[in-house]
């Protein structure tokens, strides 16, 4: 049994040694573990640093991709190096090492398929009010959409197993951590959530420029999300709304056309007309996104068959 675990970088030469001091060489339930950083167009000396402290894999970017392109390479390419069990954490040493055998545990023993560490959010000193009340949020939408019971859907510390692994595929390019536990949870994946700490702040959020702009893009995230993953529900219900409204000011415009007032009323008409219209258009909208959806779960499975063929090859080989 392999373990990987996987370090998204940019720029990190400073915090990266204090990481990789307290990354496990030994874990529990593996014969291997090995390091693999993805270095996301680093400028300064990371790669140089990590293969001097015993990196054992560099997967580079020339150019910076952001966590969203760089956390699935990074996946894939620890299941190209035989991994089966992934943990991926950040270069700034948010995340305490020491719960790395508690991520992987539920997945040697079978219970989950992904484990997700679950932040303290309300006890960390240097997220600002409105982050932590985002980060609750944004983990309540998730579990509702994902059908789990994450408690922490941002946290970007998390143990995978190799088909689980295989089966996620990141749309968004803001940020993997939302989406890919939407994903896991839709794909009917076990997945658990355990209780981690974190360590002191090495540096500021790469993620959060601003608080502005984190909410900006933290709403613009979920919702992409929900339509992403909730096509059918999300045009259906506007669409009922729309067509609801229109049949009701056509019920209106009827009422005072049959008293006898309808020439004063035309304008009622026109927009009743045009409310159904629009609501019969947007559900029709609904069953083609739904169709759309459908396929897109279909060719997901289909590649996932395909990557579990090549990797059988691959060890045969």
Known sequence: ????????????????????????????????????????????????????????????????????????????????????????TDADNQYSAAYIQKLVDPILSGEADMVIGARPIGNIPHFSFIKKMLQKFGSYVVRKVSQ???????????????????????????????????????????????????????????????ITDYVKRSIFTIFRIFILYEPFKFFITIGALLFSAGTLVGIRFLVYYFTGHGSGHIQSLILASILCGIGFQTILVAFLADLVSVNRRLLEDVQFRLKRIELSKTKKS
């Open 1 to 88: 049994m392999k373990l990987i675990i996987q370090i998204p970088c940019f720029n990190e030469e400073t915090s990266l040694p204090v990481t990789l001091k307290e990354l496990p060489r030994q874990v529990t339930g593996f014969t291997k573990v090995e390091w693999l950083i993805i270095d996301d167009g680093s400028k300064d000396k990371t790669v140089e640093v990590a293969k001097k402290l015993g990196v054992n894999h560099v997967v580079r970017f020339n150019k910076n991709q952001g966590l969203a392109k760089v956390f699935p390479a990074g996946l894939e390419a620890c299941v190209r190096l035989g991994a089966d069990v992934i943990v991926n």
């Open 148 to 210: 789990t019971e994450v408690m922490d859907a941002p946290s970007g510390f998390r143990a995978l197993s190799r088909d689980a692994a295989m089966q996620l595929h990141v749309f968004n390019s803001y940020t993997y951590t939302l989406e890919t536990i939407i994903q896991a949870g839709r794909k009917n994946m076990a997945i658990k959530s355990i209780p981690v700490e974190v360590n002191e702040d090495l540096r500021p959020s790469r993620l959060v420029k601003s």
